[in-house]
C-alpha cells in the first residue's frame, strides 16, 4: 500500500486504486452522537438510535512521526482536534489506529471509496445475501429469527407472536470485517454495534456506537493469498478429529433406549455412524415452543440410565457420544445454586442475579469477565459434568444472548460486551478441552461468533434454519453461511440437516430432508437434528427410502474421508476453509463474484446442491478456466456457461476438475 499526503490531505492506495481518501471538500470521516434504544425478547433484539450530531471532520493536520503519520482531524479551522490517528504501513497493509477523542463522541462514520463494479463479501456469517454490494448490514450478534423474510406470511407470525421474525441481516455470527473484489481486507477493531452500508456506489460508509481502536487493511495481489493472511490474522482451525469422518453424527432427544434403537437400525440399513448427539442428555422441559432441554448441565439419570456404562458400550463399538451445553443456568437446578453461592453470576442493577427469559423459564447468566467463573464453568461444568463423564463433544450453543443492561464483573457496558461474548464463551469451551488433555480429539462447536472465535472455536454450525426450502431461512442459506464465514478464517462449517425451526405448520418433508443430506456430504460434518417439534416433522428412519438415501450419502461422506483430511490439513497450515466461493480458484471470472449457492470443495469439486422443491434436473455455472466432468454422467463440460445436468434424488450436482490430481479418486465416488 502507498500513502501520500499534503498537509491537509491524505490518501491511502492498493495496487494504484485508491482505498481511503480525505480533503477538505470529500471528508473520510464524521463523528457525532447519540442514543441508543435496545429492547430484547429471546435473543431478538429491537435496536434504535436517535443521533444528536453528526458533523465532518473536514480539517485535517498531517505530520511524519517515526515511521508513521499522526492525522488530526477537525470540524472547523482553528479549534481543538475532535479526533486523532495514526496510520501504520506495514508489508501487507496498513493500520489506522484512534488514539484520541473528544469525550462526547460516540458515534464515529468512516467512509471508504468504492467502484460501482466493486463487490464485497463477509460480515460474519451472513445467511441471505454473500455479496454484500448494494444493502446495508448491521452488526449485532443475536437470534437471526424465523424465516427472516419480512414480505412472507411464516415471518409475519413469528414477529407479532414472539418479536422473532429476523431479516435479512440478522445472523449469530456477525463480524467487522468485509473482503472486496479488489483484493483488501477492512477490518475494524471493536465490539460496538456497527452499522457497514455499502448501497453507495462511489464509497461504503461504516458507522460505529464508539469510536473503534483501529481499522486495520490487508491486501494481496490473489484471492487465495488475501484469504490466507486473514485466517493468520483471526486464527486457524485444528485438522478435525479423525473420528469425525467415519460416518453421519446422528442427532436424537428422546432418551437412551430411542437412540439406541434408532441407531441399531441405522447401522443395520447400512448408515455410516461416527457418533450419537443427544442434546437431551440432561433432560426435557416442555414448553410452548417445542421440547426444550433442562439448563442444569448433567446427566439426567430417568432418560438416560446407566449412562457411563452406555457411553462406554458405544465407545467399544466405534462411537462416539455428543451432548448439549450452553453458557446459562436455569435458576431451578442445581448448577445455578453454586454459581449463585460463588457470586460467578452477572447481576442487574440492583446487584441480584439478573434472570433471562428463556421462554416459560429462567436462567441466570455466567460472568466470564470474571475469570473465576470462566475456570468454574470450565473445571466443574465442562470438564467434571461432561467430559469426565464420558461426552467426546457437544454443541456449545446460545452465545449471543447477553443482555444490554446487565452489570459484568470486567466494569465493561454490556453494549460494549455483548458483541464480544460468543469469543468469550468459546474460549471457555476451548480452555477446558485443552486443560483436560483432549484437544484434537473432544469436538465442539457453536453458531455464535464475533472477532476471534476462529481462535478458539474448531467448528462452525449454521444456527436454526426453518425447516424448508425458503429463499432466506431455508436449505441456501447454509451455503451462503459456510461461504461468507470461510473466507474470515472458519475452516469448517456445517448444519442440522433437514432443518430445525418448526412452527405455524411449517413441517420438514423426505424431500428437505434427502435434499439437505446430499449437501451435507459435502461438508466437514454430517450431522442430523430430529427439530424443535420432532414429533410433528418427517425423521429419516420414518421411510425405507428416505433411510436408503441416507446411508448411501453416508457412504459418499465416508469415502471422501482421504480428500477431506488433505483439505483439513491444508486449513491448518494455509487457512483455507474447505467450503470455498467459485472465485477463490477462479478469480478472472468475474461471473463467479455473486454466485452463492454453489460452492468449490477444496479446489477439484465444485457442488452445486439442489435447493427447490420438486426438481429433477439443475443448471449449474462452471467457472471458466477448467473443465468439469459430471460426477454421475461422466460428461465432461467446458467452463464459462451454466450447464443443466440430471438431478434425481440421490444424485446431487457434483462436478470434478477434469484436470486434478485425484481425478481418479474422486471420479470412483459415482459408485458409492
Known amino acids: 500500500m502507498e500513502f501520500d499526503y499534503t498537509d491537509r490531505s491524505w ?34 433484539f429491537d435496536i434504535e438510535d436517535f443521533v444528536e450530531e453528526r458533523v465532518a471532520l473536514r480539517h485535517a493536520h498531517v505530520e511524519p512521526k517515526g515511521g508513521a503519520f499522526r492525522i488530526s482531524l477537525a470540524r472547523a479551522p482553528d479549534v481543538e482536534w475532535d479526533l486523532v490517528l495514526t496510520v501504520h504501513m506495514d508489508t501487507h497493509g496498513a493500520t489506522i489506529a484512534f488514539e484520541h477523542a473528544k469525550p462526547e463522541i460516540n458515534r464515529l462514520w468512516w467512509r471508504v471509496v468504492a467502484r460501482p463494479d466493486e463487490h464485497v463479501w463477509g460480515g460474519g456469517e451472513q445467511m441471505s445475501y454473500f455479496d454484500l454490494r448494494g444493502r446495508r448490514f448491521p452488526l449485532w450478534t443475536s437470534e437471526p429469527g424465523v424465516g427472516r423474510d419480512k414480505t412472507t406470511h411464516l415471518t409475519w407470525q413469528a414477529d407479532v407472536t ?39 456506489e462511489q464509497f461504503h460508509e461504516l458507522q460505529f456506537w464508539a469510536v473503534p481502536a483501529r481499522i486495520e487493511l490487508t491486501a494481496a495481489d490473489s484471492f487465495v493469498t488475501l484469504v490466507e493472511r486473514i485466517a493468520t490474522r483471526f486464527g486457524r482451525q485444528p485438522v478435525l478429529p479423525d473420528w469425525v469422518q467415519k460416518g453421519a453424527i446422528l442427532g436424537f432427544k428422546n432418551g437412551r433406549d430411542h437412540a439406541q434403537r434408532l441407531l441399531d437400525l441405522s447401522k443395520e440399513r447400512g448408515v455410516q455412524v461416527s457418533a450419537l448427539w443427544c442434546e437431551d ?56 445454586e453454586e454459581a449463585h453461592a460463588a457470586g460467578y453470576l452477572a447481576t442487574n442493577a440492583q446487584g441480584g442475579d439478573y ?74 469451551n476451548a480452555d477446558a478441552i485443552d486443560s483436560a488433555g483432549r484437544s484434537g480429539d473432544a469436538l465442539f462447536f457453536m453458531r455464535a461468533g464475533y472477532t476471534g472465535v476462529q481462535a478458539h472455536c474448531p467448528l462452525l454450525w449454521a444456527g436454526d434454519q426453518s425447516v424448508d426450502f ?26 442440522d440437516i433437514g432443518g430445525y425451526t418448526s412452527l405455524f405448520g411449517n413441517r420438514r418433508t423426505p424431500e428437505l430432508f434427502q435434499r439437505w443430506a446430499e449437501m451435507a456430504a459435502f461438508t466437514p460434518v454430517m450431522r442430523t437434528h430430529e427439530g424443535n417439534r420432532p414429533d410433528e416433522n418427517f ?31 491444508e486449513a491448518s497450515q494455509r487457512g483455507l476453509p474447505l467450503q470455498r466461493p467459485l472465485f477463490l480458484h477462479f478469480e478472472d471470472d468475474r461471473a463467479t463474484y455473486a454466485i452463492q449457492d454453489q460452492y468449490l470443495y477444496g479446489e477439484d469439486l465444485l457442488i452445486a446442491p439442489v435447493h427447490e422443491a420438486g426438481r429433477s ?14 460426477l454421475w454422467s461422466g460428461e465432461t463440460f467446458d467452463g464459462g456457461q451454466r450447464v443443466t445436468v440430471a438431478a434425481p434424488l440421490g444424485q446431487p450436482p457434483v462436478f470434478v476438475r477434469a484436470d486434478s490430481a485425484s481425478r481418479e479418486s474422486l471420479l470412483a465416488l459415482a459408485s458409492c
Open 11 to 44: 490518501v491511502l492506495r492498493h495496487a494504484g486504486q485508491t482505498l481511503i481518501e480525505h480533503t477538505d471538500v470529500q471528508p473520510c470521516c464524521y463523528v457525532g452522537s447519540g442514543t441508543a434504544s435496545v429492547q430484547m425478547y429471546r435473543g431478538n
Open 162 to 200: 414472539g418479536n422473532a421474525g429476523g431479516d435479512y441481516y440478522t445472523t449469530n455470527y456477525p463480524q467487522p470485517t468485509y473482503v472486496s473484489s479488489r483484493r483488501y481486507c477492512l477490518h475494524a477493531e471493536t465490539t460496538a454495534y456497527a452499522d457497514f452500508d455499502f448501497r453507495n
Open 281 to 336: 442428555w440432561v433432560g426435557l422441559r416442555l414448553t410452548s415452543f417445542g421440547k426444550r432441554l433442562f439448563w442444569d448441565w448433567r446427566w439426567n439419570d430417568a432418560r438416560y440410565p446407566d449412562s457411563r456404562e452406555w457411553v462406554a458400550s458405544l465407545n467399544a463399538n466405534g462411537v462416539r457420544f455428543l451432548g448439549y451445553v450452553n453458557p446459562y443456568l436455569c435458576n431451578d437446578g442445581t448448577l445455578y
Open 355 to 428: 434472570l433471562v427469559d428463556f421462554g416459560e423459564f429462567w436462567c441466570g447468566v455466567v460472568d466470564f469477565t470474571n475469570p473465576a467463573a470462566a475456570q468454574w464453568f470450565a473445571d466443574r461444568v465442562i470438564r467434571r459434568e461432561m467430559l469426565d463423564a464420558g461426552l467426546d463433544g457437544w454443541m456449545a450453543d446460545f452465545g449471543e444472548y447477553l443482555p444490554t443492561d446487565v452489570k459484568l464483573a470486567n466494569g465493561v457496558d454490556a453494549m460494549l460486551m455483548h458483541n464480544a461474548w460468543p469469543t468469550l464463551w468459546a474460549q471457555v
Open 470 to 495: 425458503s429463499r432466506h431461512d431455508g436449505l441456501q442459506t447454509v451455503i451462503c453461511g459456510a461461504l461468507s464465514s470461510g473466507l474470515l478464517g472458519n475452516a469448517y462449517h456445517h448444519s
Open 539 to 569: 425423521q429419516f428412519w420414518q421411510d425405507d427410502a428416505v433411510l436408503a438415501h441416507f446411508a448411501k450419502m453416508t457412504r459418499l461422506y465416508v469415502a471422501l474421508a482421504p480428500y477431506v483430511r488433505q483439505l483439513s490439513e
Open 617 to 630: 434436473d439443475w443448471t449449474p455455472y462452471l467457472p471458466a478456466g477448467a473443465r468439469w466432468i459430471h
